[in-house]
């Protein structure tokens, strides 16, 4: 039987702790404690933490918290406000610290084994418990605070109005659900690496990083690997869309562009996404007004300026037309990753990833040998159309002919679309 008091316990451990303790910061807070202490205002969970039965209660679904901590002589109810305090820390540390369950607990709990290191316990250790805790800036607390605090600033409104903020634990898919290239992995753990070891690069003064182009057709992933970027290196994510900040507001288009590179400023750590790249060569070779043209060169110089080591921004464009752009315009970027149309193996990775969780009877690898030329996205429709048609015949069970079936079906919408083209 699993004993709340321990989960209890720790709650309250955790409070007295990172109270008592100066050198203890935020990110020294297992996350779900974090999320519930954290006052937006403060862009912290500010001390002292008063620990209420709400909070048990939210925070573990324990009903009778008041009956439950009866129990322990070392715990207080303050009756007016519902607040639950530790009388003696020494009494109450040493009680948790004699149950089994409680060792888990202290390695994943940088305050908790910050405590107990102190006191000199046999195979704790601070650091390491601190490296198993994903820092704040995943939470989407920590993106809201940034949010209200450049809300409140002067033009700020107008700034968050150019961009989508999406805060890493909100990502659905990680990387470990993308199937990617032997390339894109490469480059991926060269960032990951640089990212780490921004203070090093920043000592030998390599300032030209961290900008990265990733090209392909339309469906191929580049969207999805940027958000996993995100997830994966635990920084906020920040997309925005060329032609939305020049169709919205023509005109400012150049005054937007300086805009957003403020506001990602503000907000780093993070990933600054820019989608449709290939827009700025549009404007170049067209004659639109004078004012388009001076918004790509003020667009261009904005990315020359911002730094991943100084800025700590990680800038990533994305376009499917890459023949669009010119020199200039490549000679930004550090890295280029490419987003070929998968092949057969790929396919049925994908395939199999998508399927992952779906029960039936049939074969990724023969459906990956006649899908030539499909992108991930196309596969995705493939499986979503075929688990349509197996529920319309009231299965939740996937065959070989349902996924026949949908690529048919999506051949012909194909046809379809190109002879619509050609009129
Ligand atoms: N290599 C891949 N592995 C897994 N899923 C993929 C892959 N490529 C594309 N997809 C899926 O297809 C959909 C569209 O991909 P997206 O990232 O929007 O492509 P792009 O931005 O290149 O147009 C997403 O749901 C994505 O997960
Ligand atoms: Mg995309």
Redesign the pocket.
């Known amino acids: 039987m699993k004993n709340p008091l321990i989960d209890i316990l720790e709650i309250l451990l955790t409070a007295e702790v990172y109270n008592r303790h100066e050198e203890l910061d935020v990110n020294d807070l297992p996350k779900p404690i974090r999320k519930r202490f954290w006052k937006k205002e403060y862009k912290s969970v500010p001390k002292p933490i008063s620990v209420s039965v709400d909070d048990i209660k939210f925070l573990l679904g324990i009903e009778n918290v008041v009956k439950e901590v009866k129990s322990l002589p070392f715990i207080e109810v303050d009756k007016a406000g519902f607040r639950l305090k530790i009388t003696s820390l020494e009494l109450a540390s040493s009680w948790f610290n004699k149950h089994d369950e409680s060792k888990e607990k202290i390695e994943t709990n940088p305050s908790l084994a910050f405590y107990y290191e102190q006191l000199k316990e046999d195979g704790v250790d601070y650091i390491s418990a601190k490296e198993k805790v994903k820092p704040k800036e995943v939470d989407r607390e920590w993106v809201d605070s940034l949010i209200s605090e450049i809300e409140e600033e002067e033009g700020g409104k107008d700034m968050l109005k150019l961009v989508r903020i999406i805060a890493p634990e909100d990502i659905m ?1 990680p990387l470990s ?4 290239t032997k390339n894109q992995e490469e480059k991926i753990e060269k960032i990951v690496r640089a990212i780490k070891h921004r203070e090093y690069l920043r000592q030998i003064g390599l300032y030209d990083i961290g900008k990265l182009l990733m090209v ?1 057709p ?8 940027a958000r996993a970027l995100s997830e994966r290196l635990d920084i906020p994510f920040v997309e925005v869309r060329l032609s939305m900040i020049t169709d919205q507001y023509l005109g400012e288009t150049a005054k937007n562009i300086d805009r957003v590179f403020e506001l990602v400023k503000k907000l780093a750590p993070c990933i600054l996404f820019i989608d449709e790249f290939d827009f700025i060569a549009k404007t170049r070779v067209s004659d639109e007004h004078a004012a388009l043209k001076r918004a790509v060169n003020t667009l261009l110089k904005a990315i020359d300026e911002i730094s991943l080591t100084r800025d700590g921004v990680l800038l990533i464009a ?1 376009t499917n037309h890459p023949r669009m752009l010119d020199s200039a315009a490549w000679r930004r970027f550090d890295e280029i990753m490419n ?1 070929p149309q ?1 092949d057969a193996s ?1 396919r049925r990775l ?1 395939l199999d ?1 998508v399927t992952r969780d779906i029960e039936g009877e049939f074969d990724t690898a023969e459906i990956s040998n006649v899908t030539e030329g499909y ?3 196309d596969l ?1 429709m493939v499986i979503r159309e075929a688990v349509l048609s197996s529920l319309v015949d009231n299965r939740k069970y996937l065959t070989q002919d349902d996924l026949v079936e949908a690529v048919d079906n999506f051949n012909e919408r194909a046809l379809i679309k190109s002879s619509d083209n050609s009129f």
Do not use: H, N, W, Y
């Open positions: 898919q659900d993308l199937i990617l392909g339309p469906g191929t992933g580049k969207t999805s690997v994305a987003f998968p790929m994908i990833i992108t991930g996205s995705r």
